[in-house]
Nanobody, 127 residues
Framework: VQLQASGGGLVQAGGSLRLSCVASGRTFSNYFMAWFRQAPGKERGFVAVISGSGLSSDYSDSVKGRFTISRDNAKNTVYLQMSNLKPEDTAVYYC?????????????????????WGQGTQVTVSS
């Protein structure tokens, strides 16, 4: 399995970015997908997750109402639309692929709930 993330960059506070992650190697719709982020000196933390069908999703409190996760199973791609960005959103963003289709328990909050990871894309928000 390979996950290729893209779309990061430098943006001013209040701006928007859309991250993309293209997956290959196994049937995309069979697995939930997520975004995590890691700021310098901090642990990698959960941002958002979406079920295999795209019908269920969840967000961290810090991004709820500002970020939207979506997926296009025909394109094997998961997206993270980020709006009203804040300097504290600055981090390397990683996409990850889970172990099942459904968000059946809360293991998706943890990095241990994922089988595969992308290489990360840098998002920098200036004040």
């Amino acid at each position: 399995v390979q996950l290729q993330a893209s779309g990061g960059g430098l943006v001013q506070a209040g701006g928007s970015l859309r991250l993309s992650c293209v997956a290959s190697g196994r049937t995309f719709s069979n697995y939930f997908m997520a975004w995590f982020r890691q700021a310098p000196g901090k642990e990698r933390g959960f941002v958002a997750v979406i079920s295999g069908s795209g019908l269920s999703s969840d967000y961290s409190d810090s991004v709820k109402g500002r970020f939207t996760i979506s997926r296009d199973n025909a394109k094997n791609t998961v997206y993270l639309q980020m709006s009203n960005l804040k300097p504290e959103d600055t981090a390397v963003y990683y996409c990850a692929q889970g172990s099942s289709r459904y968000l059946s328990d809360l293991s998706y909050y943890s990095t241990g709930g994922y089988d595969y990871w992308g290489q990360g894309t840098q998002v920098t928000v200036s004040s």
